[in-house]
């Protein structure tokens, strides 16, 4: 079973309110103890770019146009009639399933309970393959109530009813990611019970009531009366449950205690990209505007690169490193933008590579073979086959691949056929009005429970957006479906038939790949590499329809996923766990509470680099700030040589750091380590022409 159905970048900064925090040079993303916060500031740019506009893709009618159908269940939903099933989210555990999943929110985790819910602070405990924080209750609260159910949900948050047994509402409680609190609001008087005794304090914003749980203390701040472990609301009032936060003085719990009191209702994201800027604005909104606080994660701050006086609210302990606390309403991070990029460039290769690039393409163009019908493995071969095609003309060898051209466009034709479903049971989507989602047939790996959407439409929407680069007779005739699959990874804006941007969390900066996530460590991801492979296929394909929004919005997801690729899974600092006896260097798997040096398909440490690596598009700053990552990671990853699984991708990434060495590794590497999704003309015209390395 794979990722999702059990399932870059110089410098980076980061503005807290609108303050520059931190910049980012990786590695160097620290997630030990802060340390000292230092007094430097760096930046990008000269200034945030603009609001983007988001792609506004006509979806009523684009779904009208295709054949409807649900190939997959996606179970009982927890969740209030007329919402658009939130699959791929941080919070999707707690929605479907016969029984709700606990989630992280970060720095909290959540967990519905009987009558209510229950909060807790995951502690990470590190292994040799492993950090793992799971949770575990601290607080317990019982509302009396007999269900729950998601009633509304937005970017970073998410607000679940407590219903009493005729299915009213007794109250709401909103959890978001980067908030400490989780806030509850009655709807009708009530009064909850908790299983500790907040017996220090009044309660009040003025004067939190506190209890230690397990070492950690926590704060009740309440409208209502506090009566030990009885808390009595009027309809309206709130009660704020919080962990106290390490290192933080009388001045930050006093703010902590003002913002717990006006708890965070919405959150919404605006992004820009422009002068080699990809910025993100994270707003969180209050009850009644107070700015509330926020928990900024290892990527948003790096180490030492605080401003004085900055984010000196305290820090909390996460899988993910360090937790900062700073002031809100906004977390604002600022990237390098990348651009999405089809090719190597060829052009400038000297005769005798040219020579022997358009020998290896015949060989490569022969070899090609029957495309297979489901949406991974077919979606890669017409990936493999586009990007011959593209290095061919760029070769001037348009003659060597006339008949793959016509081979790839005729298959592209064939599954972006509205209505392929209703004369075929593959080769073809549908759309499933129910999971309100688009499902290729034959699924793969899940995808019919909405796993790994943008790891299969990726390689599809780069194909497209390959082949019809020159061609606009053929993007119009691709694009009623291929507009549609934009649409289900990533819709610009949220619709009665998509959610908006399905798999991408804004707060962590990367996207989650399964679908319900049935597991008590949350949702997870590992192909980091086909995630950003899908937003550089997005904007593809944007190029190619000439849609120059959706190309803004591709830019964004691809410079933003990148940096958090880099920043948790291919270059992360992990001083502060092998200092505990962790044994790697890198990370392949991450979930809500963990992070492993596992993936789901295969135990051999070529998998583990490797998976973060496929396809390598062709992105200048995508990969390899430091040198000697890449060449320690490489080596971990091929004790025995490259003759491995990704031994071809491998190879690509030493040649980012180490061309020599990787011509040499490239020379003696046997067919049959060649991915599906490449060649070995790919191979050697990155080998020949590669793209700049981050930095």
């Known amino acids: 079973m794979r990722r999702g159905l059990l399932v870059a970048c110089g410098a980076a900064a980061v503005l807290v309110s609108g303050a520059a925090v931190a910049a980012l040079a990786l590695p160097g993303v620290t997630g030990g103890?802060?340390?000292?916060?230092?007094?430097?500031?760096?930046?990008?740019?000269?200034?945030?770019?603009?609001?983007?506009?988001?792609?506004?893709?006509?979806?009523?009618?684009?779904?009208?146009?295709?054949?409807?159908?649900?190939p997959g269940d996606l179970g009982p939903a927890r969740l209030a009639d007329g919402l658009v099933p939130p699959t791929n989210r941080w919070f999707s555990g707690l929605v479907f399933g016969q029984d709700p999943e606990p989630v992280f929110a970060l720095p909290v985790s959540f967990a519905l309970a009987d009558g209510g819910w229950s909060v807790g602070l995951p502690d990470p405990v590190v292994s040799a393959a492993a950090v793992v924080g799971p949770h575990v209750p601290a607080v317990t609260m019982d509302a009396g109530a007999r269900s729950a159910r998601v009633s509304a949900y937005d970017t970073a948050s998410v607000t679940i009813d407590q219903l009493d047994a005729s299915g009213t509402p007794l109250g709401r409680l909103v959890i978001a990611e980067g908030s400490p609190f989780v806030a509850f609001t009655a709807e009708q008087g009530l009064t909850l019970t908790t299983d500790v005794a907040f017996a220090d304090g009044a309660g009040t914003a003025q004067d939190p009531a506190t209890v230690e749980v397990a070492g950690r203390t926590w704060a009740l701040v309440t409208t209502g009366e506090l009566d030990g472990r009885r808390v009595t609301l009027e309809a309206g009032g709130r009660a704020t449950v919080y962990p106290l936060p390490d290192d933080a003085g009388t001045e930050a719990l006093a703010v902590l205690a003002a913002a717990a009191a006006d708890p965070v209702t919405s959150t919404a994201v605006t992004y820009g990209v422009g002068d080699g800027v990809a910025r993100t604005t994270l707003r969180?909104?209050?009850?009644?505007?107070?700015?509330?606080?926020?928990?900024?994660?290892?990527?948003?701050?790096?180490?030492g690169a605080m401003p004085t006086g900055g984010c000196d609210l305290g820090t909390y302990p996460s899988v993910y490193g360090t937790l900062t606390l700073c002031p809100g309403p906004d977390l604002v991070t600022r990237v390098p933008a990348l651009t999405p990029t089809a090719a190597p460039d060829v052009a400038g290769v000297d005769g005798s590579t040219r020579a022997a690039l358009v020998d290896q393409l015949r060989t490569d163009v022969a070899a090609t073979g029957a495309y297979p019908s489901d949406t991974y493995f077919g979606g890669k071969a017409l990936y493999r086959s586009a990007m011959l095609v593209t290095l061919g003309r760029a070769l001037g060898a348009d003659d060597v691949v006339a008949s793959l051209a016509d081979r790839v466009e005729a298959a592209l034709r064939e599954w972006a056929e509205p209505d392929g479903c209703s004369r075929r049971d593959a080769r073809c989507f549908v759309y499933d009005e129910a999971a309100r989602g688009v499902v290729g047939l034959t699924p793969s790996f899940g995808s019919e429970l909405f796993n790994d959407h943008h790891f299969h439409y990726g390689y599809l929407l780069g194909a497209a957006g390959l082949m019809a680069a020159d061609d606009p007779a053929l993007a119009d005739d691709l694009a009623p479906v291929m507009d549609l699959l934009a649409l289900d990874i990533a819709a610009g804006q949220a619709s009665a038939w998509f959610p908006a941007l399905r798999v991408v969390d804004v707060y962590r900066g990367h996207s989650w790949a399964s679908g319900t996530a049935p597991f008590a460590d949350g949702n997870n991801q590992e192909s980091t590499a086909e995630a950003t492979s899908a937003w550089n296929g997005l904007g593809l394909w944007a190029r190619a329809s000439g849609q120059d929004d959706l190309g803004t919005q591709a830019a964004w997801l691809l410079s933003l996923e990148a940096f958090s690729a880099r920043a948790y899974w291919t270059e992360p600092d992990l001083s502060w766990l092998t200092s505990q006896g962790f044994e790697h260097r890198v990370m392949a798997l991450s979930w809500g509470a963990k992070r492993d040096y596992a993936t789901w398909f295969s135990a051999e440490p070529s998998a583990m680099l490797g998976i973060q690596l496929l396809p390598m598009p062709a992105v200048d700053g995508l990969l390899a700030a430091d040198a000697d990552q890449v060449r320690a990671a490489v080596a971990e990853a091929t004790p025995t040589g490259f003759d491995?699984?990704?031994?071809?991708?491998?190879?690509?990434?030493?040649?980012?750091?180490?061309?020599?060495?990787?011509?040499?590794?490239?020379?003696?590497?046997?067919?049959?380590?060649?991915?599906d999704a490449d060649s070995r003309t790919y191979l050697q015209a990155w080998l020949a022409a590669p793209p700049a390395r981050a930095g």
């Open 644 to 675: 491995v699984q990704f031994g071809d991708y491998l190879v690509i990434y030493l040649a980012l750091v180490d061309p020599q060495a990787a011509a040499l590794a490239a020379a003696d590497l046997p067919d049959d380590a060649i991915d």
């Open 33 to 70: 103890d802060p340390g000292d916060p230092g007094s430097g500031v760096v930046g990008l740019g000269s200034g945030d770019p603009p609001d983007a506009d988001p792609p506004d893709l006509d979806a009523e009618t684009l779904v009208a146009a295709v054949d409807h159908g649900s």
């Open 284 to 303: 969180y909104a209050t009850a009644d505007g107070t700015p509330t606080v926020l928990a900024a994660m290892p990527h948003h701050v790096a180490a």
